[in-house]
T-cell receptor, first 114, second 117 residues
Framework: GEDVEQSLFLSVREGDSSVINCTYT??????LYWYKQEPGAGLQLLTY?????DMKQDQRLTVLLNKKDKHLSLRIADTQTGDSAIYFC??????????????FGKGTSLLVTP | NAGVTQTPKFQVLKTGQSMTLQCAQD?????MSWYRQDPGMGLRLIHY???????DQGEVPNGYNVSRSTTEDFPLRLLSAAPSQTSVYFC????????????????FGNGTRLTVT
């Protein structure tokens, strides 16, 4: 897949909101995902959004989707030190005639300071 | 359920050696895949499988082989290790073959950290 773009670093203070942005490439992507990776661990699914939705809220997480601009964002309300991690945006794409795969961005490192 | 299990967690190889990275899932997932993660490169797809007996190449397949003889296992073989294959390798599975219209998030293992000297 082509590049899914994310900013590499974000630093916020504990209690503030964090907004992580992503631009994706495939206008036909049906699902877009946010994953979280803590140090030394695998990727953990945080949330996802279907392409016919503009917004999805899940507790402290809000996902906004702008299909026209192919822009996805993840907002974390009341950010905590435990939210410090790398966040990956991913889009579904057609890998071949036999199936699809996920195309990941390079990840945004979120640092939450006390 | 143990989820997706990868072994070993760490491995050091010399250039030219071969080895197999193991991946097993106990969730009866149809879809399995291998990614490598490198600093500044994000995750790149190596190979994937939409079911037992079916495999296909991803973005960076050169130097790697896979097979899918059972639903549970999807080993990744390095035929002749090179320093460029130093990376963290993740196996991931999904209930469905990520067909268009299906929400099929990937479940990841904890990774294998490979160093080739």
């Amino acid at each position: 897949g082509e590049d899914v773009e994310q900013s590499l670093f974000l630093s916020v203070r504990e209690g503030d909101s964090s907004v992580i942005n992503c631009t994706y490439t495939d206008s036909s992507s049906t699902y877009l995902y946010w994953y979280k990776q803590e140090p030394g661990a695998g990727l953990q699914l945080l949330t996802y959004i279907f392409s016919n939705m503009d917004m999805k809220q899940d507790q402290r997480l809000t996902v906004l989707l702008n299909k026209k601009d192919k822009h996805l964002s993840l907002r974390i309300a009341d950010t905590q030190t435990g939210d410090s991690a790398i966040y990956f945006c991913a889009e579904k794409f057609e890998a071949s005639n036999s199936g699809y795969a996920l195309n990941f961005g390079k990840g945004t490192s979120l640092l939450v300071t006390p | 359920n143990a989820g997706v299990t990868q072994t070993p967690k760490f491995q050091v190889l010399k250039t030219g050696q071969s080895m197999t990275l193991q991946c097993a899932q106990d969730m009866n997932h149809e879809y399995m895949s291998w990614y490598r993660q490198d600093p500044g490169m994000g995750l790149r797809l190596i190979h994937y499988s939409v079911g037992a007996g079916i495999t296909d190449q991803g973005e960076v397949p050169n130097g790697y082989n896979v097979s899918r003889s059972t639903t549970e296992d999807f080993p990744l073989r390095l035929l002749s290790a090179a320093p460029s294959q130093t990376s963290v390798y993740f196996c991931a599975s999904s209930p469905h073959s990520i067909r268009q219209g299906n929400n099929s998030p990937l479940h990841f293992g904890n990774g294998t950290r490979l160093t080739v000297t």
